[in-house]
Nanobody
Framework: QVQLVESGGRLVQAGGSLRLSCAAS????????MGWFRQAPGKEREFVAA????????YYADSVKGRFTISRDNTKNTVYLQMNSLKPGDTAVYYC??????????????????WGQGTQVTVSS
């Protein structure tokens, strides 16, 4: 069992930056693929970014490529999402997720086994 707790969300102006953190419990964190998703009001949950267990491979949605960076520190059981050049369209609840299997479609929410409670990011224009 893995518990995930996100933090770092807040109100920020367009063009600003935020770093989200997701702290995981459990001794097997380093074996999980980790992902970030977001959900805006009235919209489906959408993929943002994912990172392999070692951190050697990263994946991004086209909408955030070049602006967001996912990283992880397995010694701290934490995954991060650095968000730069934020836009009002980035406003959403951001969730981190963990997948036990090493062979998944990282952009598909149903592939993940554990989810955090989410953290609100609001970007004002």
């Amino acid at each position: 069992q893995v518990q995930l707790v996100e933090s770092g969300g807040r109100l920020v102006q367009a063009g600003g930056s935020l770093r989200l953190s997701c702290a995981a419990s459990g001794r097997t964190f380093s074996s999980y693929i980790m992902g970030w998703f977001r959900q805006a009001p009235g919209k489906e949950r959408e993929f943002v970014a994912a990172i392999s267990w070692s951190g050697g491979r990263t994946y991004y949605a086209d909408s955030v490529k070049g602006r967001f960076t996912i990283s992880r520190d397995n010694t701290k059981n934490t995954v991060y999402l650095q968000m730069n050049s934020l836009k009002p369209g980035d406003t959403a609840v951001y969730y981190c997720a963990a997948a036990r299997s090493g062979e998944i479609v990282v952009s598909r929410p149903t592939e993940y086994d554990y989810w955090g409670q989410g953290t609100q990011v609001t970007v004002s224009s």
